[in-house]
């Protein structure tokens, strides 16, 4: 079993920075990829980024733009997500999750409760 808790998330004015942690504990697997998705009211859950294993590759949404930058730290069992240029659109709960191995077809195995994070106008 592997437990997520999502840290950092909060109230920030739009252009705006935060930087989100997820905390991994239980059967970890540094192998695996880690990712970030989020949700905002009334909408699906929308992918923002993932990290492989190593930390060497990452992938964003479309949305990101530049904007988000996703690290880990396998020593720690930690990943991070740090949001700059941030707008009122990218309010939603922010989730981290583990995915199911290190390839590309793997899927989201394990999710954190969820970080609220806010942007005001």
């Known amino acids: 079993q592997v437990h997520l808790v999502e840290s950092g998330g909060g109230l920030v004015q739009a252009g705006g920075s935060l930087t989100l942690s997820c905390a991994i504990s239980?059967?970890?697997?540094?192998?695996?990829?880690m990712g970030w998705f989020r949700q905002a009211p009334g909408k699906e859950r929308e992918f923002v980024a993932r990290i492989s294993g190593a930390g060497k590759v990452t992938y964003y949404g479309n949305f990101v733009k530049g904007r988000f930058t996703t690290t880990r730290d396998n020593a720690k069992n930690q990943v991070f997500l740090q949001m700059n240029s941030l707008k009122p659109e990218d309010t939603a709960v922010y989730y981290c999750?583990?995915?199911?191995?290190?390839?590309?077809?793997?899927?989201?195995?394990?999710w954190g409760q969820g970080t609220q994070v806010t942007v005001s106008s």
């Open positions: 239980g059967e970890t697997l540094s192998s695996s990829f």
């Open positions: 999750t583990q995915y199911s191995g290190n390839t590309l077809s793997s899927t989201p195995a394990y």
